[in-house]
Structure formats: C-alpha cells, structure tokens
C-alpha cells in the first residue's frame, strides 16, 4: 500500500514564476492538507481540502491556491514566487479516525 | 504568536540514557495532543499521543506526560538509541481540522 508520495521531490524557480505541486494521498483516505516547513521551524498549515472543495485555510495570501480531483488527489500552486516561499511543502492525507500521513515534501528554492 | 512552543532547538543525549523533550503551549482549550519523528529527506511520521483527560500515556520505550495546570507535555524517551536521532515536533490538533506545530527539536543519541 502506497503511502502518501509528493512530486517533484526538488524544484528550483526565480522571483514571481508560479509553480504546481501534485499530491497522492494514501490509499482510502479523502482528505489533503498541505503545510509549508520553513528552514528551522515546525511546518505551517496552508489549507485542507475535502470532497474537492477548500474546507479550512490558514493564514496564507491568495498567491497560494489550490485543487482536489475527483480521485482525492490535491495540487498546491504559488503563483508570483517570493524568495520567502523557498521551504519544503508537505501533503498530509487523512481519513477520519486515523490521523494523517505525510509524504516526503517537495522542497522548493525561489532564486 | 506562536501557539506550541519547543524552547530547545537541539538535544544531545548519550546511548543508553533517557532523553526528555519538552513543548509548551498557550491555549487550554486544547485537548489533544501529538508527537512526531522526523528523519531527513523524509516525512514527519507519528509517534505517540495523549488526550487531555489523560496525564500519561506509554508506548515501549516512549512515554508522554501531560501538566494541563502548566500547559506543558514531554516525551521521554528510555533508553535512547542512535535510531532515535531525529527532529521531533510537538502538535496539537485545533478544529478538528488541521495540526499546529511547534519549531521542532533535533536529538543527537550519541554512541
């Protein structure tokens, strides 16, 4: 059974691109939630998405969007990048009563 | 402001011997409580957790404690080995929705 996996696991992009990141979450589970993990700190939740639709969102600027599809997977775009969005971006699944898994992260540099 | 706070960025514990991570924080609506392990280049997975109607909970080697009067849980982990090296993050679930983390703590178990 595949855990939750996350790609790219690397990506490098310059002030004001936009990137995408994609997200499968682990298998019977319905929910995604990302978070950003800064150098040096614990991760910081981005938002959550449930039945395809945006459920809770944290405090994040609307540069930072995202989607879930039908097959519960989930993309995280950053539109106008900033230096400051450089960290590792991680998706977390869950299904109700049994805690969240978490992939890898993409880790992103905004040069 | 920082709702969960892990005061010690790093801990070096020898092999063999007890390591304790603290994390404080500041709401006492809070009622549940978690610890994750995370190596690098790899995704924070849970560890162990504790409801607030408990001051203890124990699992093999690992043991959380939980002071509702001083807002402050610790994981104490007996004995220590050098696969326990790893950033450990405190978290509480807030909403049902989504995880806050404190900054972490990197524990070295030296051999």
């Known amino acids: 059974d595949a855990g939750v996996t996350q790609s790219p696991t690397h990506l490098i992009k310059t002030r004001g691109q936009q990137v995408t990141l994609r997200c499968s979450p682990k298998s019977g589970h319905d929910t995604v939630s990302w978070y950003q993990q800064a150098l040096g700190q614990g991760p910081q939740f981005i938002f959550q998405y449930y039945e395809e639709e945006e459920r809770q969102r944290g405090n994040f600027p609307d540069r930072f969007s995202g989607h879930q599809f039908p097959n519960y997977s989930s993309e995280l775009n950053v539109n106008a990048l900033l230096l400051g969005d450089s960290a590792l971006y991680l998706c977390?699944?869950?299904?109700?009563?049994?805690?969240?898994?978490f992939g890898a992260g993409t880790r992103l540099s905004v040069l | 402001d920082q709702q969960v706070k892990q005061n010690s960025p790093s801990l070096s514990v020898q092999e063999g011997r007890i390591s304790i991570l603290n994390c404080d924080y500041t709401n006492s609506m809070f009622d549940y409580f978690l610890w994750y392990k995370k190596y690098p280049a790899e995704g924070p997975t849970f560890l162990i957790s504790i409801s607030s109607i408990k001051d203890k909970n124990e699992d093999g080697r690992f043991t959380v404690f939980l002071n509702k009067s001083a807002k402050h849980l610790s994981l104490h982990i007996v004995p220590s080995q050098p696969g326990d090296s790893a950033v450990y993050f405190c978290?509480?679930?807030?909403?049902?929705?989504?995880?806050?983390f404190g900054q972490g703590t990197r524990l070295t178990i030296n051999p």
């Open positions: 978290a509480v679930i807030q909403g049902a929705q989504k995880l806050v």
């Open positions: 977390a699944s869950s299904l109700v009563g049994q805690g969240w898994y």
